[in-house]
């Protein structure tokens, strides 16, 4: 086989645009704003640190572009997208990553569905069905658990014109990205937020035109994508991101994913992600092993149906992934945590250098401190989220903030405690489910 350089930087284009590379970094919630919702310098310096580190494509996650998505958002600092206002400042991002030859999109998430947090605007969430979110113990991401699982709240049944109105927004929000010279946009259709909610019967409990057979559960992304498609002309490239499997009884094959995909695909799609689990599955979506969606075959699925460029995830080691192209099995590799420990990844894996790669150790630290509210960091790279400032005294305002910090994840590693102050456990849910 060919050295993972020659396979991971020969260029590729989605649509008409060229990328240097095959390795994209994926859109993670990471991106530090400024308080008003725009971008802060440190989010501008986090993603130049990976353009400048030989990344072909950054897709910006971590943001908003609904109101609604941003009054039921779980994150306490998020990206705000939601209205034409954002254009100018968000134009700092793609000037601080195109001047290094990579390309970026911004992916475009309408609601946080099953997995919104209630607000005085939106105190009920949305989603297909009123199908909740139960996480048990045993099924969240390593070193991430809380004692007892996880109940989120029962989400009601979304109105047509609820989601006809979501879907006219993407198409709305897409064009904004466009003027805030992004490369291209993402849809937003994982793990248990919104748009995935109706892809799955276990999940579309719906009888009218959006539940039902495929092609009615596939409705919603089919008409984002031709709106969005619509607004932008044929030239600007849309990408999909979808669950891939859910990992849980009951749940949708990788198969029918997939057929979801292709006719999302047949109305302008250019790409798409698979990804596999949901959050009631965090132990397979934040897989604590590489190349999991390689041996269970679900990248696989998608790219015998599909003739748009597939991106395989969960694959760390550049020779895997290399391998997997090489092989036709995916077109691009598409990293999240292993661009939070080393920013210079692809430019080691050009220079044949990928032994010197800072690898993710996969303990998910940078989850666990999203998970409870604190910017994310990492447990291998010292300088992530601190790029802005480099090697400078944090200001005495951050000192005293990361103090409380440590003492909030010391007490997090005492289980007794934390599963008495638990105020939505798993089982919760569970006998409520038996009353009805």
């Given at each position: 086989m060919d050295t993972p350089a020659k396979i991971l930087f020969e260029p590729i284009k989605i649509s008409g645009l060229e990328l240097k590379s095959r390795i994209v970094m994926s859109p993670m919630a990471v991106g530090d704003a400024a308080p008003d919702g725009n971008p802060s310098a440190q989010t501008l310096a986090f993603f130049e640190a990976r353009a400048r580190g030989g990344v072909g494509l950054i897709i910006v996650g971590g943001n908003v572009t609904t109101a609604r998505a941003l009054g039921e958002t779980p994150f306490k600092t998020i990206l705000r997208f939601d209205d034409d206002s954002r254009i100018e400042p968000f134009k700092q991002i793609p000037a601080a990553v195109q001047r290094h030859g990579a390309k970026i999109f911004l992916e475009l998430m309408p609601s946080f569905g099953r997995m919104a947090r209630p607000s005085p605007?939106?105190?009920?969430?949305?989603?297909?069905?009123?199908?909740?979110?139960?996480?048990?113990?045993?099924?969240?991401?390593?070193?991430?658990?809380?004692?007892?699982?996880?109940?989120?709240?029962?989400?009601?049944?979304?109105?047509?014109?609820?989601?006809?109105?979501?879907?006219?927004?993407?198409?709305?929000?897409?064009?904004?990205?466009?003027?805030?010279?992004?490369?291209?946009?993402?849809?937003?259709?994982?793990?248990?937020?919104?748009?995935?909610?109706?892809?799955?019967?276990?999940?579309?409990?719906?009888?009218?035109?959006?539940?039902?057979?495929?092609?009615?559960?596939?409705?919603?992304?089919?008409?984002?994508?031709?709106?969005?498609?619509?607004?932008?002309?044929?030239?600007?490239?849309?990408?999909?991101?979808?669950?891939?499997?859910?990992?849980?009884?009951?749940?949708?094959?990788?198969?029918?994913?997939?057929?979801?995909?292709?006719?999302?695909?047949?109305?302008?799609?250019?790409?798409?992600?698979?990804?596999?689990?949901?959050?009631?599955?965090?132990?397979?979506?934040?897989?604590?092993?590489?190349?999991?969606?390689?041996?269970?075959?679900?990248?696989?699925?998608?790219?015998?149906?599909?003739?748009?460029?597939?991106?395989?995830?969960?694959?760390?080691?550049?020779?895997?992934?290399?391998?997997?192209?090489?092989?036709?099995?995916?077109?691009?590799?598409?990293?999240?945590?292993?661009m939070l420990a080393d920013p210079d990844y692809a430019n080691k894996v050009e220079a044949g250098r990928d032994r010197e790669i800072v690898v993710c150790n996969r303990d998910n630290y940078c989850v666990k401190r999203l998970m409870m509210g604190f910017p994310v960091r990492c447990s291998v790279n010292p300088d992530m989220g601190r790029e802005s400032r480099g090697r400078a005294l944090p200001p005495l305002g951050r000192i005293f903030a990361a103090a409380g910090e440590r003492v909030a994840l010391t007490v997090s590693e005492a289980r007794p405690l934390m599963r008495l102050m638990n105020p939505s456990p798993a089982s919760r849910a569970e006998g409520e489910a038996g009353k009805t």
């Open positions: 605007a939106y105190p009920e969430p949305i989603a297909a069905s009123p199908v909740r979110v139960v996480i048990r113990e045993e099924r969240f991401a390593r070193g991430v658990g809380l004692p007892g699982g996880l109940a989120q709240p029962m989400p009601r049944a979304a109105t047509i014109e609820e989601i006809e109105a979501l879907e006219n927004e993407m198409a709305v929000a897409a064009v904004r990205a466009r003027a805030a010279n992004f490369d291209g946009v993402e849809l937003a259709a994982h793990m248990s937020y919104f748009l995935a909610s109706f892809l799955s019967p276990r999940t579309n409990l719906r009888t009218d035109t959006y539940g039902g057979g495929i092609e009615n559960r596939a409705r919603i992304l089919v008409n984002c994508m031709r709106k969005m498609r619509q607004a932008v002309g044929r030239d600007y490239p849309i990408g999909l991101r979808i669950i891939a499997n859910e990992h849980v009884e009951g749940g949708q094959s990788a198969e029918d994913y997939a057929d979801i995909a292709a006719l999302v695909a047949r109305e302008g799609c250019d790409y798409v992600v698979p990804v596999d689990g949901c959050y009631e599955a965090m132990d397979a979506s934040t897989a604590s092993e590489d190349g999991t969606m390689l041996r269970n075959g679900a990248t696989l699925a998608f790219k015998r149906k599909l003739s748009v460029p597939v991106m395989l995830a969960n694959a760390h080691e550049p020779h895997l992934a290399a391998r997997a192209i090489a092989a036709g099995d995916a077109d691009m590799v598409i990293l999240a945590r292993a």
